[in-house]
T-cell receptor, first 108, second 114 residues
């Protein structure tokens, strides 16, 4: 089993749609969780940290369920500019463990 | 922009050669991590440097080695290059403190091994 597993995707949605990404992790000792976005042929960029209480940043909402070792990202009112690969990231021992990413394409 | 820089941006080498990749961390950051990202995959942790010492290593062979300098910049060295080493190499800087894990990535170096 991979340490961080994500929906394989790809997700193709129309503008204005709501889309949700799921991620599970295997290390129950992990304490820090993140979502990064990565545009084609670019470096990953921090989208948001994920807190136990859940957190929201504009159209983006992240949730963490420690008991189920599950993280989610919800994007509301999708924009064309949201098209990217979304990486779920969980801390390990002095390193960060990345999922393979879920590709999102938002179409007009 | 994160302030993390990497050089070179692209590199072509042949099997058996050696390569050195460089990274300058964001101002105020004292930790540098290196990742390898193959096409269609998430980044895989190679190793981390903190205060000029290796502070954790992923599942990579010893021919992957590194350095961190007093100014916190870092190098990744790969000896005896193999075709499978072709990938995007990412450097990420962070400030090591209790509870702070956020990493900021540089633009990466694309390595092609022929």
């Amino acid at each position: 089993r991979k340490e961080v597993e994500q929906d394989p995707g790809p997700f193709n949605v129309p503008e204005g749609a709501t889309v949700a990404f799921n991620c599970t992790y295997s290390n129950s000792a992990s304490q820090s969780f993140f979502w990064y976005r990565q545009d084609c042929r670019k470096e990953p960029k921090l989208l948001m940290s994920v807190y136990s209480s859940g957190n929201e940043d504009g159209r983006f909402t992240a949730q963490l369920n420690r008991a189920s070792q599950y993280i989610s990202l919800l994007i509301r009112d999708s924009k064309l500019s949201d098209s990217a690969t979304y990486l779920c990231v969980v801390d390990g021992n002095n390193d960060m463990r990345f999922g393979a990413g879920t590709r999102l394409t938002v179409k007009p | 922009e994160t302030g993390v820089t990497q050089s070179p941006t692209h590199l072509i080498k042949t099997r058996g050669q050696q390569v050195t990749l460089r990274c300058s961390s964001q101002s105020g950051h004292n930790t540098v991590s290196w990742y390898q990202q193959a096409l269609g995959q998430g980044p895989q942790f190679i190793f981390q440097y903190y205060r000029e010492e290796e502070n954790g290593r992923g599942n990579f062979p010893p021919r992957f080695s590194g350095l961190q300098f007093p100014n916190y910049s870092s190098e990744l060295n790969v000896n005896a290059l193999e075709l499978d080493d072709s990938a995007l190499y990412l450097c990420a800087s962070s400030y090591r403190s209790t509870g702070e894990k956020t990493q900021y990535f540089g633009p990466g170096t694309r390595l092609l091994v022929l």
